[in-house]
């Protein structure tokens, strides 16, 4: 299948490029900037410079892309986990979900793409009983504390994913990362989730299971992983070679 995966340079990116690439897709994969965008190609992807903010000039590199699958892998989130900044990170973070998520599925629908993936998280739950299963409802969206922030950014994603009309809306909320390239080494807090195991999720998500919503994290009992193993084969001890 072609696919054009937005955020294919980030934490998640890098490691699925190679194995939707390995799987026999062909993948044009995005960036902001030309330096990653030859990583892209050195990984045997096409390379497409575009910043999701500027709808015009994304809708028209989709279109040209012609992509069947469409995989949001963006996020606007610092290298280094800086505490002192972390309210500017989610103000950011929470932006580029609300405006270049709706600009990436306008370019979606727009260039006759059939299926649109989409990376959230799944720790963004309201207060409630554990383990949570994907109908729980999330955080209040209301107030201007970060997690409200967090929670219209999440809403507004996974709204414009799961309601497109054309498109088979798939989200994908994705646990606490960690391993190579990510902020922690090691798990740590409720609902882990290693990055490799979680390039593989969007990978299964190419081909396998119906629309909706999938946690996608390790069984530790913070989320409930049935449906994602059942309808998607998830493995959350997925590791690459
Ligand atoms: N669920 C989780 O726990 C979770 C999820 C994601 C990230 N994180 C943490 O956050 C850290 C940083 O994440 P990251 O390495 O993936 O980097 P990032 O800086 O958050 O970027 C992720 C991707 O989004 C793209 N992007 C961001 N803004 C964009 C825009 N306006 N237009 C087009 N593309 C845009 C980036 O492309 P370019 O920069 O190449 O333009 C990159 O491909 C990770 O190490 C991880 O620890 C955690």
């Known amino acids: 299948m072609k696919i054009f995966l937005a955020g294919a340079t980030g934490v998640i990116g890098r490691r699925l490029t190679p194995l939707l690439i390995a799987a026999g897709h062909a993948v044009s994969g995005s960036s902001r900037s030309a330096d990653k965008a030859r990583m892209l190609k050195e990984q045997g992807a096409q390379a497409v410079v575009v910043d999701v903010f500027e709808a015009k000039a994304l809708r028209d590199a989709v279109a040209a892309v ?66 949570h299963a994907e109908s729980d409802p999330l955080a209040p969206a209301e107030g201007d504390d970060l997690n409200a922030v967090t929670a219209r950014g999440v809403r507004a994603l996974e709204d414009a994913t799961l309601h497109t009309p054309g498109l088979d809306g798939i989200v994908l909320r994705y646990g606490r990362l960690y391993g190579p390239g990510t902020w922690l080494e090691a798990p740590s807090g409720r609902a882990p989730l290693h990055v490799d195991a979680a390039a593989q999720a969007a990978l299964l998500a190419v081909t396998r299971g119906g629309p909706g919503i999938y946690n996608i994290a390790e069984d530790d009992g913070a989320v409930l992983i049935d449906k994602a193993r059942r309808e998607l084969g998830f493995d959350p001890a997925f590791r690459l070679k």
């Open 66 to 131: 012609r992509p069947d699958v469409v995989i949001h892998q963006l996020t606007d989130l610092p290298q280094v986990l800086d505490p002192a900044r972390r309210g500017e990170a989610l103000i950011r973070n929470a932006r580029l979900r609300i405006e270049g998520a709706a600009n990436l599925v306008a370019a979606a629908q727009a260039a006759g793409a059939r299926r649109l993936i989409a990376q959230s998280i799944a720790f963004i739950y309201a207060d409630g009983p554990e383990p």
